[in-house]
């Protein structure tokens, strides 16, 4: 009965003890990816076809880690087409702007964006990614009209 009594008090212990003996990375070692789009400034109006205007794009490097331009990209893509719905082809932000940063950082990144044959009210979204596409941080939306 008492090796009873022994495991069950340290089956329920065990956990507790793992808990207050976690090993926690030093604050400085911790490595964190994290944006915020402050702002975007540019054309709300554009020609469709081959025209195309400069939106510049205000980030801030919020976290902890500096970022270069071989690992990291400003992107741009279709939220909403000029029927409301979702758009699967990214023409009026195809272009992908390498940006480098240092942590605690912000600043401005300019961005091409070409208008498309359709003519309409279009939703993009800014956000940051890393290399391989994964998009981080806080995004910002803004919407262009495509005219004759």
């Known amino acids: 009965m008492t090796t009873i009594s022994a495991f069950a008090i340290a089956f329920f ?3 507790v003890f793992a808990d207050e003996t976690r090993i926690e990375p030093l604050p400085h070692l911790r490595q964190t990816y994290d944006a915020k789009v402050l ?4 054309c ?3 020609r469709s076809g081959t025209s195309s205007c400069r939106i510049t794009v205000q980030v801030e490097n919020t976290g902890t880690t500096d970022w270069d331009s071989a690992s990291f990209r400003l992107v741009g893509r279709i939220v909403k087409g000029p029927s409301g719905s979702p758009v699967q082809r ?3 932000a195809h272009d992908n702007t390498k940006v480098s940063l240092e942590a605690r950082r912000r600043d401005f990144f300019t961005y091409e964006v070409e208008g498309v044959p359709y003519l309409g ?3 993009i979204e800014w956000c940051m990614a890393r290399s391989n596409g994964r998009r981080f941080g806080d ?3 803004r919407e262009i009209t495509v005219v004759e």
């Open 90 to 92: 990214d023409e009026l």
């Open 13 to 15: 212990l065990l956990p």
């Open 139 to 141: 995004c910002m939306r």
């Open 44 to 46: 709300r109006q554009i």
């Open 121 to 123: 009210r279009y939703e």
């Open 39 to 42: 702002r975007v400034n540019g």
